[in-house]
T-cell receptor
């Protein structure tokens, strides 16, 4: 079974702090994703990566950056946390490269990190 | 966004059948995924339709019509443990786009 592990289940940080959310997958998947999930808004893509050292902006990248130095690890960084970044953050991975610009394998999600910024 | 629409919430009775609909822009996706998410947990993969028609997996079936931008998830013989949110998602341009999810309440 694919295992996607997020380093923290719950985090409480103060406004202005730099926050690191770590995600590790153990199935040698090429693609990794960071989403945030908010009530009524569903899952929104922050950043994704389809290879080591490669990254692409998702739909809401502002205020975030990412790092993928190794294939199995994809880190999300909040440079200066703000209260509107309080959310559930979900990391996911999937195998293979998109066919014709589209994935045909499902995402495998970690258990999520519930971040509260006060 | 990709204007993926799902009903916000549905209620059904244990043992019954329920259909959860998902509509999207027809210029979008190359197939459609369904995920189940229990409260406080990660989404888990349920089904994938790449072609039009019905895919059956035990108590769960999923249907896709690409020309109509329409999919549904059919749950039969509902059990209490099926109380969860159900998310549809479409892949396009190297991304997955998710609907807001339908919260299904199964009552005894």
């Amino acid at each position: 079974d694919v295992k996607v592990t997020q380093s923290s289940r719950y985090l409480v940080k103060r406004t202005g702090e730099k926050v690191f959310l770590e995600c590790v997958q153990d199935m040698d998947h090429e693609n990794m994703f960071w989403y945030r999930q908010d009530p009524g808004l569903g899952l929104r893509l922050i950043y994704f990566s389809y290879d080591v050292k490669m990254k692409e902006k998702g739909d809401i990248p502002e205020g975030y950056s990412v790092s993928r130095e190794k294939k199995e690890r994809f880190s999300l960084i909040l440079e200066s946390a703000s209260t509107n970044q309080t959310s559930m953050y979900l990391c996911a991975s999937s195998p293979g490269h998109p066919q014709g610009g589209s994935y045909n394998s499902p995402l495998h999600f970690g258990n999520g990190t519930r971040l509260t910024v006060t | 966004g990709q204007n993926i629409d799902q009903p916000t919430e549905m209620t059904a009775t244990e043992g019954a059948i329920v259909q959860i609909n998902c509509t999207y822009q027809t210029s979008g996706f190359n197939g459609l995924f369904w995920y189940q998410q229990h409260a406080g947990e990660a989404p888990t993969f349920l089904s994938y339709n790449v072609l039009d028609g019905l895919e059956e997996k035990g108590r769960f079936s999923s249907f896709l019509s690409r020309s109509k931008g329409y999919s549904y998830l059919l749950l039969k013989e509902l059990q209490m443990k099926d109380s969860a949110s159900y998310l549809c998602a479409g892949p396009r341009n190297n991304k997955f786009y998710f609907g807001s999810g339908t919260k299904l309440n199964v009552k005894p």
